[in-house]
């Protein structure tokens, strides 16, 4: 059910956050490509000292604060409680980068060793292709930055436009999923090595008027995890 999750539908709930939408998109994501198995995602540490994407990808909200911790950022892990940061969200999403988590960890611009510390152990983490992939994104034309206040409107229709997108919804319904179907399909049944790379340039979300004004709304951590 959740692949057929549409934008409308997270409104309904009232979730209006864009960063939690796109949270959920990528969380969905990660669950189609592991074909929904929810033990695939992990919430706390292991033995290992290094992480390849392909791990740090399934990473939980919670084991996104143990890395934080680990890499003496203790003071600040608590204040991510709730924001809807996975391992999914860091990988997937091109525009979340560390400048993105230093907002959300509350760490001032005018701590630049801190947030220096922070950038130097983001890009570690992520890889040297999803470094790449989120600068060549950011440096391409009409690039806007993550922000982590937008809220997420339903899109505005005039009277005259409403037969027109009704007709155009029965035709392609796939338009407003959070994740789209195709984005997952390819991943799992696609010949390429990176099953996560179908995910890019597929977000609804982004189409629709984002409010700069809007505060931020909570989200729990409540993935599965096998480990006692």
């Given at each position: 059910?959740?692949?057929?999750?549409?934008?409308?539908?997270?409104?309904?709930?009232?979730?209006?956050?864009q960063?939690?939408?796109?949270?959920?998109?990528?969380?969905?994501?990660?669950?189609?490509?592991?074909?929904?198995?929810?033990?695939?995602?992990?919430?706390?540490?292991?033995?290992?000292?290094?992480?390849?994407?392909?791990?740090?990808?399934?990473?939980?909200?919670?084991?996104?604060?143990?890395?934080?911790?680990?890499?003496?950022?203790?003071?600040?892990?608590?204040?991510?409680?709730?924001?809807?940061?996975?391992?999914?969200?860091?990988?997937?999403?091109?525009?979340?980068?560390?400048?993105?988590?230093?907002?959300l960890?509350?760490?001032?611009?005018?701590?630049?060793?801190?947030?220096?510390?922070?950038?130097?152990?983001?890009d570690?983490?992520?890889?040297?292709?999803?470094?790449?992939?989120?600068?060549?994104?950011?440096?391409?034309?009409?690039?806007?930055?993550?922000?982590?206040?937008?809220?997420?409107?339903?899109?505005?229709?005039?009277?005259?436009?409403?037969?027109?997108?009704?007709?155009?919804?029965?035709?392609?319904?796939?338009?407003?999923?959070?994740?789209?179907?195709?984005?997952?399909?390819?991943?799992?049944?696609?010949?390429?090595?990176?099953?996560?790379?179908?995910?890019g340039?597929?977000?609804?979300?982004?189409d629709?008027?984002?409010?700069?004004?809007?505060?931020?709304?909570?989200?729990?951590?409540?993935?599965?995890?096998?480990?006692p």
């Open positions: 059910m959740l692949q057929y999750l549409t934008v409308n539908d997270l409104l309904f709930l009232k979730v209006t956050s960063l939690h939408h796109l949270s959920i998109k990528c969380a969905i994501h990660v669950l189609h490509v592991n074909k929904f198995n929810p033990y695939c995602l992990k919430r706390r540490p292991g033995t290992e000292s290094q992480f390849s994407p392909s791990e740090v990808v399934q990473w939980s909200n919670h084991r996104v604060m143990e890395w934080l911790r680990s890499v003496d950022l203790a003071e600040y892990a608590p204040n991510l409680r709730g924001s809807g940061v996975h391992g999914g969200l860091i990988i997937l999403e091109p525009r979340f980068n560390s400048d993105s988590l230093a907002m960890l509350n760490i001032p611009p005018q701590k630049t060793l801190l947030r220096r510390h922070l950038t130097t152990n983001f570690s983490l992520v890889g040297a292709q999803a470094q790449q992939e989120k600068r060549e994104y950011t440096e391409a034309a009409g690039y806007a930055p993550l922000s982590i206040t937008a809220k997420v409107k339903p899109k505005k229709l005039g009277f005259s436009n409403l037969a027109t997108h009704l007709r155009r919804r029965r035709q392609d319904e796939s338009t407003d999923y959070v994740c789209p179907i195709e984005a997952g399909q390819a991943a799992v049944n696609g010949a390429e090595m990176r099953p996560y790379a179908a995910l340039g597929l977000s609804p979300i982004l629709r008027e984002p409010d700069p004004c809007g505060e931020q709304v909570g989200l729990g951590d409540g993935r599965a995890d096998p480990s």
